[in-house]
């Protein structure tokens, strides 16, 4: 503890399209976090498909933690479901496939044949969603990497494992495995068992906040940190640390959505929901910090502007979403939950070809696509934070909008008006706030979780944006999508 009664943290914040280390000074009165160092994410597309470059993103860490300079603690946190597998000596064998890659086409089905699908809902909680690690690892029998691993590390668990030299999987990423009980907030090894997946692959559970090893001296060195630096375990999945760090108030109803490359929309829970109104709806239940359920729909998110931009080869999004804000409303609208956008590739030909397929006006221009995405992902939102509300029979007066979208004004406004309450935009770095937190906890900062959201609202920029407009046409555009079922009975 410093003389001003601070500790700075490492955040090791890894993204689906780039990586961050961020340094936070943490204090009762005090929370400051600050970059240290950026880097890219890029998938490789190798002959053998897509896959992520693992070495790459190590790399990038040991340079941030070398920017960062001396911290008391460092804590990892990454995108869910991928993993990396170990041979006997704890060498990586081969490097770790992308969630995005075609392997497990044709796999759901597989399973499902031994494990129904509402069986499977029941057991685990978790959405249908073709890249869970439970498919990963059943598209994977018979390789040679699968039949040579004695280990296997979800991400987050895999860089702490370099850097530490110990093995543990933490639990809010475990969850989305789909090989969880959300209830009991352990393996389920009956369904691994029917589906032949063999568990003792994974290392033992560790939960926020528990010790997670001590850097390697190899590694101090390399990092030019003086030691020991101990590795805290936190919300090791970005969404668990990012809903950690929703600056919501002890009595609030809130919901949350976590914007970036996806967008992650729902309630915090104390209990999992697991009803087939729920699985119907392709809600999950992902285990979040102190206990808490996430119950939330994955929706495609800022991707579909991502992959646009990438095809047009523009960077400057600035002048983009100015073009956007000049757009007629809700003209061109998709459902932004479609599984045909979950691909790269050709991302504004395939939003034409939704629109013409919903009888709308096809969108053209850079700015005209831009807008159809930005109102679709509003009426995505809308529509999961509707059903989370009816499924969980729990009422939200604010969303709470978190991550990198909270930076982006118009989606920001087009979501309250699309909601019909106001939201509540920030922090922008809401993954690494919630990792920081967990780490200061755990390192003497007292307080629950409530008291570290209101350490966030009184020392984070938050903008507020009330619902304008008129819904009804929300209503009429939420029609004009495939997202507009009737609501689960």
Same mark, same amino acid.
């Given at each position: 503890?410093?003389?001003?009664?601070?500790?700075?943290?490492?955040?090791?914040?890894?993204?689906?399209?780039?990586?961050?280390?961020?340094?936070?000074?943490?204090?009762?009165?005090?929370?400051?976090?600050?970059?240290?160092?950026?880097?890219?994410?890029?998938?490789?597309?190798?002959?053998?498909?897509?896959?992520?470059?693992i070495?790459?993103?190590?790399?990038?860490?040991?340079?941030?933690?070398?920017?960062?300079?001396?911290?008391?603690?460092?804590?990892?946190?990454?995108?869910?479901?991928?993993?990396?597998l170990?041979?006997?000596?704890?060498?990586?064998?081969?490097?770790?496939?992308?969630?995005?890659?075609?392997?497990?086409?044709?796999?759901?089905?597989q399973?499902?044949?031994?494990?129904?699908?509402?069986?499977?809902?029941?057991?685990?909680?978790?959405?249908?969603?073709?890249?869970?690690?439970?498919?990963?690892l059943?598209?994977?029998?018979?390789?040679?990497?699968?039949?040579?691993?004695?280990?296997?590390?979800?991400?987050?668990?895999?860089?702490?494992?370099?850097l530490t030299?110990?093995r543990g999987?933490?639990?809010?990423?475990?969850?989305?495995?789909?090989?969880?009980?959300?209830r009991?907030?352990?393996?389920?090894r009956?369904?691994?068992?029917? !589906?032949?997946?063999?568990? #003792?692959?994974?290392?033992? $559970? @560790?939960?926020?906040? +528990?010790? /997670?090893?001590t850097?390697?001296? &190899?590694?101090?060195?390399r990092?030019?940190?003086?030691?020991?630096?101990?590795?805290?375990?936190?919300?090791s999945?970005?969404?668990?640390?990012?809903?950690?760090?929703?600056?919501a108030?002890?009595?609030?109803?809130?919901?949350?959505?976590?914007?970036?490359?996806?967008?992650?929309?729902?309630?915090?829970?104390?209990?999992?929901?697991?009803?087939?109104?729920?699985?119907?709806?392709?809600?999950t239940?992902?285990?979040?910090?102190?206990?808490?359920?996430?119950?939330?729909?994955?929706i495609?998110?800022?991707?579909?502007?991502?992959?646009?931009?990438?095809?047009?080869?523009?960077?400057d999004?600035?002048? !983009?979403?100015?073009?956007? #804000?000049?757009?007629?409303? $809700? @003209?061109?609208?998709? +459902?932004? /939950?479609?599984?045909?956008f979950? &691909?790269?590739g050709?991302?504004?030909?395939?939003?034409?070809?939704?629109?013409r397929?919903?009888g709308?006006?096809?969108?053209?221009?850079?700015?005209?696509?831009?807008?159809?995405?930005?109102?679709?992902?509003?009426?995505?939102?809308?529509?999961?934070?509707?059903?989370?509300?009816?499924?969980?029979?729990?009422?939200?007066?604010v969303?709470?909008?978190?991550?990198?979208?909270?930076?982006?004004?118009?989606l920001?406004?087009?979501?309250?008006?699309?909601?019909?309450?106001?939201?509540?935009?920030?922090?922008?770095?809401?993954a690494?706030?919630?990792?920081?937190?967990?780490?200061?906890?755990?390192?003497? !900062?007292?307080?629950?979780? #409530?008291?570290?959201?209101? $350490?966030?609202?009184?020392?984070?920029?938050?903008?507020?944006?009330?619902?304008?407009?008129?819904?009804?046409?929300?209503?009429?555009?939420?029609?004009r999508?495939?997202?507009?079922?009737?609501?689960?009975a």
């Amino acid at each position: 503890m410093s003389a001003t009664g601070t500790k700075t943290f490492a955040a090791v914040d890894l993204g689906a399209s780039s990586g961050r280390v961020m340094a936070g000074r943490v204090g009762p009165d005090t929370l400051h976090l600050t970059e240290a160092h950026r880097f890219p994410n890029r998938p490789v597309h190798l002959p053998e498909g897509l896959r992520w470059d693992i070495l790459g993103l190590y790399g990038g860490v040991l340079d941030g933690l070398r920017a960062a300079g001396p911290v008391d603690s460092l804590g990892i946190d990454s995108w869910a479901v991928d993993y990396g597998l170990l041979a006997a000596d704890g060498s990586l064998l081969g490097n770790p496939v992308h969630y995005r890659d075609r392997r497990t086409e044709g796999v759901p089905e597989q399973v499902w044949a031994t494990v129904p699908p509402d069986d499977l809902y029941r057991a685990t909680g978790i959405q249908y969603a073709p890249f869970n690690t439970l498919y990963q690892l059943v598209a994977a029998r018979g390789t040679p990497q699968l039949a040579s691993a004695r280990s296997l590390l979800l991400i987050p668990d895999l860089i702490a494992y370099w850097l530490t030299g110990e093995r543990g999987t933490e639990l809010t990423n475990a969850s989305t495995t789909q090989l969880i009980d959300p209830r009991t907030g352990d393996w389920n090894r009956p369904l691994a068992d029917r !589906l032949g997946i063999d568990l #003792a692959l994974f290392a033992p $559970l @560790r939960r926020p906040g +528990d010790p /997670a090893g001590t850097l390697l001296p &190899a590694v101090q060195e390399r990092a030019g940190l003086p030691g020991p630096v101990p590795v805290t375990a936190v919300g090791s999945h970005d969404t668990a640390s990012a809903v950690a760090a929703v600056p919501a108030g002890r009595r609030e109803r809130f919901a949350y959505l976590c914007t970036g490359t996806w967008s992650l929309a729902g309630l915090e829970l104390d209990a999992p929901v697991t009803t087939g109104a729920s699985r119907a709806a392709n809600f999950t239940n992902e285990l979040g910090v102190d206990g808490t359920v996430r119950f939330l729909r994955n929706i495609m998110g800022l991707w579909l502007l991502q992959e646009c931009m990438r095809t047009w080869e523009l960077t400057d999004v600035t002048s !983009l979403l100015a073009e956007a #804000a000049r757009m007629p409303d $809700l @003209r061109y609208v998709v +459902d932004a /939950a479609a599984p045909e956008f979950l &691909a790269p590739g050709n991302m504004p030909g395939r939003i034409a070809a939704a629109c013409r397929a919903n009888g709308g006006p096809v969108p053209d221009s850079p700015g005209e696509i831009t807008r159809c995405v930005l109102d679709s992902l509003a009426l995505a939102h809308r529509r999961a934070i509707r059903e989370a509300q009816h499924l969980a029979d729990r009422e939200a007066d604010v969303v709470h909008l978190v991550g990198g979208g909270s930076r982006n004004a118009l989606l920001c406004q087009l979501t309250a008006d699309a909601c019909g309450v106001p939201v509540i935009a920030g922090p922008a770095e809401a993954a690494a706030l919630g990792n920081v937190l967990v780490q200061a906890r755990a390192h003497g !900062l007292p307080g629950d979780l #409530a008291s570290t959201r209101e $350490l966030i609202a009184r020392t984070q920029p938050l903008t507020r944006y009330e619902p304008s407009g008129d819904p009804t046409a929300w209503e009429a555009a939420a029609r004009r999508t495939e997202d507009a079922r009737p609501l689960p009975a």
